[in-house]
């Protein structure tokens, strides 16, 4: 593994605008007022421009859909009964297109029958204002209406924010989880404990030399599918690939409590799957995986400029482990001593005696893991 930086993450990410604060509706909202008699769509209009939002009308029922597609506004008021398409036919038309389906509706109508309201909120609404009705009651819907609106789309910005960070890193019930609680992800960055974990092939460096590309690229990525997939299946993340080298990190974005265990024994499974994965090789394309673990405080989150902004750790923890990884030959599992304080004499170590690394003042007591410790022993 060749001196490299570490700081980096082809994370393509930017972070989420949800911060946990107050949400606020937009200070000027698009707003499609559709209703068929000239003195409501002025009444409505004028006081929503008293409410500094922007407006735009429809005077029949095709017309409001065709608007609606056009303009795609961050909210509706649709009266019901129109000529050409009643306000019922338009919401249900608006719904069943992927592109309008979540532009907020407000139907208004003169319709007292509680089945006609019942009936405007299954097919979609949002929300119903019967005839006659206050402004200051109209003015509360449209705010508590924008509201929701950023709201969500404060959690899909979120959410599509955390499927591009991780859906390919992390194991698929990890990314449902995060989705299911975005709050779990702390995209802007702090400091918390980590395992990170350097996995390099051996001897990469010369096979590339007289290997053709395309073969050569192909060899690599099965290499690297096989750590990924023991890296996921060990409850860890993939942050980034090296060239013929993957770092892996425990203990994020989901807390892990072993997570140093977690990071050993997925070095372990990899070496001990190496003699039967070697099979589908020819003998030049068998080569050793180097390991590195180190575990401590790291910063963990969004690392780069506010258009472009990469999820990973940096620090001395991930420099050190790193480090090690450079120092493993021959398929060696080498851990810092930080690591093995945690492992509570799960796995059989041989210890190495304090290593001096690059960059380093002081030298790192560092062991070698020879496999995990027998039961009962």
Known sequence: MTDRPVTASPLGTRPPRG???????????????????????????DIISAMGHEVS????????LLNASAQMP????????MPGMTGFEVCKMLRSEERTSRIPIIMLTALHDTEDRVYG????????????FSPPE???????????????DDLR????????????????????????????????????????????LQGFTGISEHMHPQKLLSVLNRYHQLVVNTVQSHHGTVNKFLGDGVMALYNTPLPLERHALSAVDTALAIR?????????????????????????QAIVGNVGTAQ??????????????????????????????????????????????????????????????????????
């Open 121 to 132: 909120l299954d097919i979609g609404a949002d929300d119903y204002l019967t005839k006659p």
């Open 157 to 200: 910005e979120t959410q599509a924010t955390i499927r591009r960070t991780f859906e390919r890193f992390v194991a698929p019930q990890v990314v449902e989880r995060l989705l299911q609680d975005p709050s779990l992800v702390k995209l802007g960055g702090e400091m918390q404990q980590v395992t990170v974990m350097f996995a390099d």
């Open 308 to 377: 472009i902004m990469d999820f990973t750790a940096v620090g001395d923890t991930v420099n050190l482990a790193a480090r090690l990884q450079e120092h493993a030959s021959g398929s060696q599992i080498l851990i810092s001593d930080k690591v093995y304080e945690q492992l509570q004499d799960q796995v059989g170590v041989r210890p190495l005696g304090a290593l001096s690394v690059k960059n380093r003042s002081e030298p790192v007591l560092t062991y070698e893991v020879v496999g995990r410790a027998a039961k009962g022993g």
């Open 272 to 296: 001990d799957s190496l003699a039967e994965f070697h099979q589908q090789f020819e003998p030049s394309c068998r080569m050793g995986i180097n390991f590195g673990i180190h575990t401590g």
């Open 19 to 45: 911060s946990g604060s107050p949400v606020s509706p937009p200070s000027r909202a698009r707003i499609l007022v559709a209703d068929d008699n000239s003195l409501g769509r002025q009444m409505i209009s």
């Open 138 to 152: 109209l003015r509360a819907r449209i705010e508590k209406r924008l509201r929701a609106k950023t709201e969500a």
């Open 74 to 81: 961050d909210l509706m008021i649709l009266d019901v009964d």
């Open 57 to 64: 009308t429809a005077c029949d029922g095709p017309s409001a």
